[in-house]
């Protein structure tokens, strides 16, 4: 159940992290349409900019042609450029002189034609630009003519600044895009104001005459960031993808349980025939060494009776005995023969790292610690441990001192059990510590004697058969006084490179 609530919650989680990526995406791709639109746009504006240049310049031309410019040629100029462009719509030539007439394609409002001339006169060669007084959204570019500082006239040309941004594209009327063009001052001439949150673009048009500021934004808000379709698209591929993995995974994970619990199935049928068999050549020695005497007494004594026999004092003792030798000499050859068969066998000695024994014995005992309610604390070096042994009688006598610990502590309400590895002095050194009872000052030198135990459905041949097995290689095991209470066992090996017991021999 536990599992499930946190596959579901990173599954989650995952969608969340999905949806921002693809909000972020969304967000920077309309960030990066916006800058690329303006770009063009700001292009297209430029570009019609730099034909009102052109424009006055034509009609600079035609007004300075002669002393007295020729009015009906320039009306037609005039009405020609504002009907092929109609974001100018006004077009005017005044005479510097008050006296002067106006020529133009409609009648000025009252001062407009003071303003022209006060800027005609003020001009150094430039073009003037400023809004047209009474028309919103409207600027006037004003240039003398000649372009002279004896110039006769000022030409003005009167631009509708929202036509200017006429035909800027289908970007422009989305809902949510802002654009907006102004004076070089700032005063606004066509467009809205941006709203809060907008992202925004503001640069002046590639005109040196018309220096107007172009402005542009988009309010980004979350159906733009997370557009339906193509968000339910991702977060259904994120979950296909996030289930499919999961399953694979869950099912490497049981494929790796299996494999493990496999291993330390093999690890326990190793160790449990192991241990049988080294129990059964205890055994087999302890019963041999129990029995040859009185074989030995009895063979003896029918000898004896045969002989007594033989000089006539019973001939009915005489098969009584054959069948008592018999008997005896098969017995001792029975005995002979199954403690041969059960006479430990040379170690395969062989270099590996203790450390693995170690921790096959931590897989192996750890069901029975979590079961008795036993904490075990293991502490292995980084560096490997090399010793020169046989790795399934070394992970016999380290599995049957760590079981022992179990059992000692076995109902305590805060067992401990620490296992420590370490290397010192060319040996390794294989501390099992617990905080049990302890070990009875009465049991203490029988304690590694086979047969020898404190319960009731032990067999008292653990601790020796491991002393045994780690004897066999210049080792030694054996009870030391702990820091606390409970008792401890050490196990010494020595490192592979020192010479055994049986390779010196």
């Given at each position: ?12 989680l995952?969608?969340?992290?999905a ?13 990066r ?6 770009g063009?746009?700001?292009r ?10 052109a424009?006055l ?5 035609i007004?300075?042609a002669?002393?007295e ?13 504002t ?5 100018i ?7 510097l002189d008050?006296r ?12 407009v ?13 430039g ?15 004003i ?27 289908a ?5 949510g ?5 102004s004076?070089?001052d ?16 503001g640069?002046?048009?590639?005109s ?7 402005e542009?934004?988009?309010d ?8 339906l ?7 259904a ?8 993995a999961?399953?694979?995974w ?12 496999a ?11 192991a ?13 041999t060494?129990e ?57 395969s000695a ?7 024994a170690v ?8 069901p029975?610690?979590a ?12 560096e ?21 610990a ?29 905080n ?40 030694d095991l ?7 209470p ?8 020595p490192?592979a ?7 010196r021999?």
């Amino acid at each position: 159940m536990r599992t499930s609530v946190r596959a579901i919650l990173a599954w989650g989680l995952s969608l969340l992290l999905a949806a921002g990526a693809m909000a972020l995406w969304q967000q920077q791709a309309l960030v990066r349409q916006l800058e690329e639109e303006s770009g063009a746009l700001n292009r297209l504006v430029s570009q019609r900019a730099g034909q009102h240049d052109a424009h006055l310049t034509a009609l600079s031309a035609i007004a300075s042609a002669s002393a007295e410019p020729a009015r009906d040629l320039f009306l037609e100029v005039a009405s020609t450029i504002t009907h092929f462009y109609p974001r100018i719509d006004d077009v005017q030539l005044v005479a510097l002189d008050p006296r002067g007439p106006v020529i133009g394609t409609g009648p000025l409002a009252p001062g407009v034609a003071d303003r022209v001339r006060a800027a005609a006169r003020a001009s150094t060669g430039g073009i003037a630009l400023m809004p047209y007084p009474g028309r919103a959204h409207h600027y006037m570019m004003i240039k003398r003519s000649p372009n002279t500082p004896e110039a006769r006239h000022g030409l003005m040309l009167g631009i509708d600044a929202e036509k200017l941004l006429d035909e800027a594209g289908a970007f422009w009327r989305r809902p949510g895009v802002v654009l907006a063009l102004s004076m070089p001052d700032g005063r606004p001439l066509a467009g809205q104001a941006h709203p809060a949150g907008a992202v925004r673009s503001g640069r002046v048009i590639g005109s040196a005459s018309q220096p107007l500021v172009l402005e542009t934004g988009l309010d980004v808000g979350w159906a733009d960031r997370l557009p339906l379709a193509p968000t339910a698209l991702l977060l259904a591929l994120v979950s296909l993808f996030y289930w499919a993995a999961l399953g694979a995974w869950r099912q490497r994970a049981r494929a790796r349980a299996v494999a493990e619990q496999a291993r330390i199935n093999a690890l326990e049928s190793r160790l449990a025939h192991a241990s049988r068999v080294n129990a059964l050549g205890e055994m087999a020695s302890g019963l041999t060494h129990e029995l040859t005497q009185p074989l030995t007494a009895i063979l003896a004594q029918a000898q004896a009776g045969k002989r007594l026999a033989a000089q006539g004092r019973g001939a009915e003792l005489e098969s009584v005995l054959e069948g008592t030798i018999a008997q005896a000499r098969r017995a001792s050859s029975i005995l002979e023969r199954f403690r041969d068969w059960s006479r430990p066998r040379p170690a395969s000695a062989a270099a590996f790292d203790l450390r693995d024994a170690v921790r096959n014995v931590q897989a192996l005992l750890a069901p029975k610690a979590a079961s008795s309610g036993a904490r075990i604390e293991f502490s292995v070096p980084g560096e490997p441990v090399p010793v020169r042994a046989d790795p399934v009688e070394m992970e016999q006598a380290a599995f049957n001192l760590v079981r022992n610990a179990i059992e000692a502590v076995e109902g305590r309400a805060d067992a401990r059990i620490a296992v420590d590895l370490r290397p010192a002095a060319g040996r390794a050194v294989l501390d099992v510590a617990d905080n049990g009872p302890g070990v009875a000052a009465g049991i203490r030198a029988d304690l590694f004697t086979p047969f020898s135990t404190t319960r009731e459905d032990g067999m008292g041949l653990g601790l020796a058969l491991s002393r045994r097995l780690v004897e066999r290689i210049d080792g030694d095991l054996d009870l030391v006084d702990g820091a606390g209470p409970g008792a401890t066992f050490r196990m010494t090996i020595p490192l592979a490179g020192e010479p055994t017991g049986e390779e010196r021999s």
